[in-house]
């Protein structure tokens, strides 16, 4: 029986022949035509649609075509078209006049095989491992262009890896994580260690806790990338896995911090998923220029290997490439992987080049803020304050002051303020700024709606995890509608407990490997122990009673925000165990 969708379907193939409008098969077949000799992907389209009746999502997905050609090809054949609410096929009985003008039994036939079919039958119950780990895994972020790779496409980059390189004993890293391909990785084979950076730090945590709950040898660490490859990282790697930015500047940036983790110079490898357009190449040669500029050799390209739960304008898909390095590639990568400017995303307020807040504004407010402390502005960090606003402060990159903390040269006659502009902080910066600039005042320059700034419990949460060296006051509104001010002033740690007293110690040392400074700092606590102050031995025993030994070879900085935490908890319990 036909629905009333088929008969209003039908209707509308016969009006337009009677107002002698090209009949939707001959508008399908000239658009196909067109397209040779890549109209094989239209082919297969048709095909889908001459089957169980599927959504536009599903349609782009399967068939690894843009939405925009998806739909054109939808448009074509809209009135040989049937829908069940969001999905469509073609009406049942023009199925097999479609097939047989697409030759879908051919393109069926044709079809190359699969070689990881046999492993991903083999592997079904990690792929359902990973489907309830994807399912419950933080939400994307769409101004960090967070779009998720199916959970058979997380298993299919774990199987590729372990059927093309020898894992067990090498250590993968993977550059930005928020598909959880280290979780499948460590899943496929357990004898390889994955070590994931990321500056997303809800996904860093649910990693963690995970592959802890696991039994996986996985380790996270921070990093923004447009600021370096965090220390702990550089050179660690036999393989390097990445999901980029789809922008040249995204695709080159985390290639090169790829490059610099890399230990194996000789047989690593970078793995890289790239997507584009069926109808914008030139996209993808953009992009692709970055292998040639890191003079890369290319070994592989596996043709829509990666699907995706949304990026519909390339087609729900992308490409696997392997590169490798050159005795070149060493060479020139000093040059390569410069902190960049907007752009490095597709979308959100690093996309495009953005009006910058008015930096007289911000510090003007910041110098009468300084001035009432009677503290001289002796560093500004960011390239957008005034070129002749800073009285004599030493200018500073933000990476410069993440990396390594102040200069001595502003840290040494007396205490001082510094003011950092933090505008385009996607989230972790703001932390980060706060655990590596040692000042007797901080004025950071943020959103008005910064994630740690948005409620009250976000204001505790950050004051929680560095009130043991700065009392904070959000400022918001200052100086202008879309910006606060965070002024955080230095806490005087003759004030503090004990334990808090060794807490101020180490967020005072963050750049300092974590172990050693707890261990100096409980030696510097206890000092005024009836039995005379720990010796490095004991301060040593204590620190390993109660830590976890992962934490302790990193500095703090280089640490995720949860395991910051954890470490500042670890040891504030160490110090309240001295008697």
């Not at 036999?238 to 000789?266: M, S």
Request: hydrophobic share 45%; proline share 7%; aromatic share 4%.
């Amino acid at each position: 029986m036909a629905t009333d969708e088929t008969r209003a379907g039908t209707a509308g193939v016969a009006d337009r022949a009677i107002s002698g409008a090209v009949q939707p098969l001959t508008a399908l077949t000239e658009l196909v035509a067109a397209r040779r000799p890549d109209s094989r992907r239209l082919r297969r389209l048709v095909a889908l649609l001459t089957g169980e009746p599927l959504d536009l999502a599903a349609l782009v997905q399967r068939s690894a075509l843009s939405r925009r050609t998806v739909e054109e090809v939808l448009q074509a054949a809209a009135g040989d078209l049937v829908r069940q609410g969001a999905a469509m096929r073609i009406r049942p009985d023009a199925v097999a006049a479609y097939r047989e003008r697409f030759g879908a039994e051919q393109v069926a036939r044709t079809e190359p095989a699969d070689p990881l079919a046999g492993r991903l039958a083999a592997a079904a119950p990690v792929v359902v491992s990973m489907e309830k780990l994807i399912a419950a895994a933080p939400g994307p972020r769409a101004d960090l262009d967070h779009v998720r790779a199916t959970p058979e496409t997380a298993v299919r980059r774990a199987l590729w890896l372990d059927s093309t390189y020898d894992l067990a004993g090498s250590v993968v890293l993977c550059v930005g994580d928020h598909d959880l391909t280290s979780l499948a990785l460590g899943q496929v084979n357990r004898a390889t260690t994955a070590v994931v950076v990321d500056l997303h730090e809800p996904t860093l945590e649910y990693i963690d806790d995970h592959a802890g709950r696991l039994g996986l040898a996985v380790r996270c660490l921070f990093g923004d990338l447009r600021f370096g490859l965090p220390g702990p990282a550089v050179g660690c790697a036999d393989l390097v896995f990445t999901d980029p930015p789809y922008t040249p500047e995204g695709v080159e940036l985390f290639v090169a911090r790829g490059l610099q983790g890399l230990g194996n110079h000789d047989n690593g490898r970078v793995v890289v998923a790239f997507g584009y357009s069926d109808r914008h190449p030139t996209l993808g040669l953009q992009a692709q220029a970055a292998a040639h500029r890191l003079s890369l050799a290319y070994e592989a390209v596996l043709p829509g290997f990666n699907r995706y739960d949304g990026a519909q304008a390339v087609g729900s898909s992308s490409d696997l490439y392997v590169w490798r390095p050159t005795p070149r590639t060493w060479r020139g990568l000093g040059r390569a992987g410069g902190e960049p400017g907007a752009g490095l995303y597709t979308r959100g307020p690093q996309a495009l080049e953005k009006s910058p807040p008015d930096g007289d504004a911000a510090l003007e407010a910041a110098r009468r803020l300084a001035a009432e402390a009677g503290l001289p502005i002796r560093a500004l960090v960011g390239d957008r304050w005034p070129p002749d606003g800073g009285e004599g402060a030493v200018r500073l990159r933000l990476a410069t002051l993440l990396g390594g903390g102040l200069p001595p040269n502003v840290t040494r006659g007396g205490r001082f303020a510094v003011l950092a502009d933090l505008s385009e902080d996607p989230g972790p910066w703001l932390l980060r700024t706060l655990l590596a600039a040692n000042a007797g005042l901080v004025f950071a320059l943020v959103r008005n709606n910064h994630p740690d700034l948005g409620s009250a419990a976000a204001q505790n949460g950050l004051d929680g995890l560095v009130g043991a060296k700065y009392r904070l006051r959000f400022l918001r509104g200052r100086p202008d509608g879309r910006h606060a001010i965070v002024a955080a002033e230095a806490v005087d740690p003759r004030s503090l407990p004990r334990p808090a007293r060794l807490a101020h110690w180490l967020l005072w040392r963050a750049h300092g490997k974590a172990g050693n400074v707890w261990r100096d700092g409980l030696v510097h606590v206890s000092t005024d122990l009836p039995g005379g102050p720990l010796t490095k031995r004991g301060a040593r025993a204590a620190v390993a009673a109660v830590a976890e030994g992962q934490m302790l070879d990193v500095p703090l900085i280089t640490l995720p925000r949860h395991q910051v935490a954890r470490l500042l908890a670890g040891a504030a319990a160490s110090a309240a165990e001295l008697r």
